[in-house]
T-cell receptor, first 113, second 116 residues
Framework: AQSVTQLDSHVSVSEGTPVLLRCNYS??????LFWYVQHPNKGLQLLLK??????LVKGINGFEAEFKKSETSFHLTKPSAHMSDAAEYFC???????????FGKGTRLHILP | DGGITQSPKYLFRKEGQNVTLSCEQN?????MYWYRQDPGQGLRLIYY???????QKGDIAEGYSVSREKKESFPLTVTSAQKNPTAFYLC???????????????FGPGTRLLVL
């Protein structure tokens, strides 16, 4: 069975400082892993996706994530936060083996001026 | 512009009423999905369809129904059997079939349903 845990429900960083949003997963098969972003009252937008190619995945808006199988983690990072990054971020795991998709409960990112 | 549209943006339902949420896409995607989002709970899959005239239940299908008569459209009906329908509903689509549920999904702007 698959699951995904976002370790922080809220993260606050100052503008211009690094961002780290943590995600751990479990999967019985070869997972695909995603990070999506949601601005208030909007739909979700894909930031990046891992599908068993390069373990370091680069996404839009300067975000990247590293797949670490030994740690079952897929943490999202950005070197320098911008005010426009304030939003909710979802880590998602999907297995072809059982045809399921599981969303994490989300991490709300706050950017302090 | 290619994309997914959901209407209405806000919808009010009286007790005992069925309501239908619209979802249309012009991305030529085969697969479409409905999710429910509640505060602090992430998204939960209600129904999905990988091809016209076929659909599967997700994790929380009870009290909901769907149809997929056209590739572009995947309406969701919230029936009176759904006891706690107040939520934000998101529709998504993906290219479908070959990649299955592992494919990147593209989301609409959502419909917020409120029970009066």
């Amino acid at each position: 069975a698959q699951s995904v845990t976002q370790l922080d429900s809220h993260v606050s960083v100052s503008e211009g400082t690094p961002v780290l949003l943590r995600c751990n997963y479990s999967s019985s098969y070869s997972p695909s892993l995603f990070w999506y972003v949601q601005h208030p009252n909007k739909g979700l937008q894909l930031l990046l996706k891992y599908t068993s190619a390069a373990t370091l995945v680069k996404g839009i808006n300067g975000f990247e994530a590293e797949f670490k199988k030994s740690e079952t983690s897929f943490h999202l990072t950005k070197p320098s936060a911008h005010m426009s990054d304030a939003a909710e971020y979802f880590c998602v795991v999907s297995d072809r083996g059982d045809d399921k998709i599981i969303f994490g409960k989300g991490t709300r990112l706050h950017i302090l001026p | 512009d290619g994309g997914i549209t959901q209407s209405p943006k806000y919808l009010f339902r009286k007790e005992g009423q069925n309501v239908t949420l619209s979802c249309e896409q012009n991305l030529n995607h085969d697969a479409m999905y409905w999710y429910r989002q509640d505060p602090g709970q992430g998204l939960r899959l209600i129904y999905y369809s990988q091809i016209v005239n076929d659909f599967q239940k997700g994790d929380i299908a009870e009290g909901y129904s769907v149809s997929r008569e056209k590739k572009e459209s995947f309406p969701l009906t919230v029936t009176s059997a759904q006891k706690n329908p107040t939520a934000f509903y998101l529709c998504a689509s993906s290219m479908g079939l070959a990649g299955g549920i592992q494919e990147t999904q593209y989301f609409g702007p959502g419909t917020r349903l409120l029970v009066l």
